[in-house]
């Protein structure tokens, strides 16, 4: 490969940190989003944010799109090259930089496993929460462009609350400071919370201060079974209701338990229409206090088993297990699609009915999990994308899916991103004004259009066809 | 006045709305912040967004500066017509549109005052934490535009933590919807923060959807008194490494003791050095322990006298005395300006020492009391601005402390906003990069610069001159 560009590029970091040969390439062409493929022209592992931003700068000089890939786990194709161009990955910016005990802060690199950090704190006794699935394996780069959430979102919040200060490399080159180790800063726009979930399309995330807080002193975890959807989900609003917020607050319904059941063989009640996995933190004697509040809610609200976890083995094993649910469900067909529309919590038994109901209309196989308490839904279709017939009913399920959602007052995305899957549905949710602002605001920071190209916009918006 | 934007104007919200009289106009000529005036051309007070949307389309079309305004306690000259133009009243505008227990979330207009919102939600056991000091009068557009904090910030965090939603009126007049009553939506860029914060330089604010939480069961208060302030700032770090998240951690130096106390006689320690008002909430048995904890950490760092409120009027009584401080240092001199420089929480002890240090140097009075669990310090001189030669003299240390806290990795502002005031000094704080892409973003959003214009951004940034 003779390009200029490239050239250029591996002028900046050496041969052995760039790769241009299409066998190398095709491991980067795809995320963990079915049906999205793409080749990028070269994948780069730079070394520091100044190597970054003299890529960056050829970039712009060539015009050649960009891509930020942490470990490739989106689920909306934010990170497929669609119009080719360099991935750039930050597999040698995977440093913890700082932790302030003072402060409690922790400075770190993109390229940092998130559960890594979440590891490293806890044994100093604090605590970093935004808790995504795969986090194992998904870098905290990643979680800040997606803004990622995950169980522990219902009483902590997700990233961007924990995000308080970053570096970044825009378009033109040029790296600006967000933020500090600081509580407080109005010193001009929040241009901290506009990067997270920006996912990748404003600039380049090369350094992130997070905020932490103390670890809860204690944990006590509770599954509820249920013989009907409904019971499980006016539990949930009664919890609310009751001024209680558990740390965790997660619905399965059967399929999804028979699945990880298979999968995790942890014990979970296969028989069961729907579980509840509820978790809560502090000190010990308050979470017990709430687990045995909730335990008779669930009770009160018809679950015909309650178990609270004896041991923090048996709690781990329910938490993890419930964590597998989407490699679970992907081991029943060759295609698995996880989807992630949110409504406000008061509608989530009126969702799950209408998600159940619009797999029925389209003869498609979804099963439900996610986080109940966020109304947070991840309905996921078990399909084969090599069978078009079927893949169209599975579009036309999760484009109801999507309309229902913003019908209830929800949204196409709680905690995926928009990417190139979602990118025809966001006006649905943000109207034509907040499209076309939105739009004013990714020309503001890329000019040119070389940051993450062909996400969050589409190049029009699908229009609403109703199968009656 | 005939001019024909006033009488299109006129025609959408009646004579009895709009003000244009000199008379009438000089009480919107300024805020709560010394020395900066400027008289609005008129004032407006519209019913409703519709009409808003009609009156930024005339400014639109006219060209005319339009100026949102709370109740005026800005502290940065936020909301003074520094170009003449429109002022935007809310006072029809302040009603609670719902209350949604089942979501958790609070819909109001932008009129509404704060503390309504606290008690109206705290008689249905729910609570909006953001407690200003001027709550009593701001309202929530205030707050909102100014990402208002308050004394339980370091546990509760600030405005921007609680806003899920908003509408707002761009400058064209076309309106979008950010948000909703959702836990989590990452369907795009996060207008909403990016609204919070922005002092009405990107659109107006015309409804809010606020997150509220269940209401802390219940309080305690301890007040410690200190003969050193080294020793009162020790005791701030020592909470914070003992892993401990007091609601309230408050600082108040001698001066300030002096005259809250000349004020509102509740009996504080006129001779102590220094004083910490520290609280914490939730279950009573966790708020004594918390509370038991603190007072010890207290007595350890050197604390001369410790006291545990043994009622609820008398720890009223000492929280309200606090929320006096303004108004009983501004009782001391013609003159009193409130600045809110802001540091890592670590750096408090040194940036309080600095202050003191700054004041001597320029022979200036500072009294000093703050948010000491968040870093944010309220550094307030007692001056006269008829007095050119201390004013000068003022207006140099208050350069001197912006330089110091940006040198401890700190802030210009940690709640009050930028507005007219600290423009000259934003870069210092985000550098000339940020305030280039800042400049975009507020080009995105508003390209004739009729959004409350000369805010956030000055005609040039201040040089810093040393003066040893």
Known sequence: MSKTWVNELTEIVGEEHIQTKKSSLIAYSFDATPNFQALPDAVISPKNTDEIKQIVQICYK????????????????????????????FTRMNKILDIDEENLTITVQPGVITDTICQTVEAKGLFYPPDPSSMKISTIGGNINENSGGLRGLKYGVTKDYVLGLEVVL?????????????????????????????????????AILKLIPLPE??????????????????????????????????????????????????????AEAVLLIEQDGPKMLAERDIAIIEQLTSQHGAINTQIAQSETEAHALREARRTALSALAKLSPTTILEDATVPRSEIATMVKAINDIAKKYNVNIATFGHAGDGNLH????????????????????????AKAIELGGTITGEHGVGEMKSPYLEWKVGEQGLQMMKQLKHAFDPYNIMNPMKIFAKSTRKRVVVS
């Open 218 to 271: 204690s944990k006590q975890t509770l599954l509820a079974t249920y013989d009907s959807i409904e019971k499980a989900a006016e539990t949930v609003s009664s919890i609310i209701a009751n001024k209680m917020t558990p740390e965790t607050l997660e619905f399965i319904d059967q399929p999804t338990i028979k699945a990880v059941e298979d999968f995790s063989q942890v014990g979970l009640p296969t028989n």
């Open 379 to 402: 309905p996921t279709c078990t399909t084969d994308l090599r069978d078009k017939e079927e893949w169209e009913r599975v579009e036309m399920a999760f484009e109801d899916i999507f």
């Open 171 to 207: 378009s033109n080159g040029e790296v600006i400071q967000t933020g500090g180790k600081l509580a407080k800063d109005v010193a001009g726009y929040d241009l901290t919370s506009l990067m997270v979930g920006s996912e990748g399309t404003l600039g380049i995330i090369t350094e």
């Open 62 to 89: 060539y015009n050649i799109p960009i891509i930020p890939r942490g470990s490739g786990t989106n689920l909306a194709a934010g990170t497929t090259p669609t119009q080719g161009g360099l991935v750039i990955l």
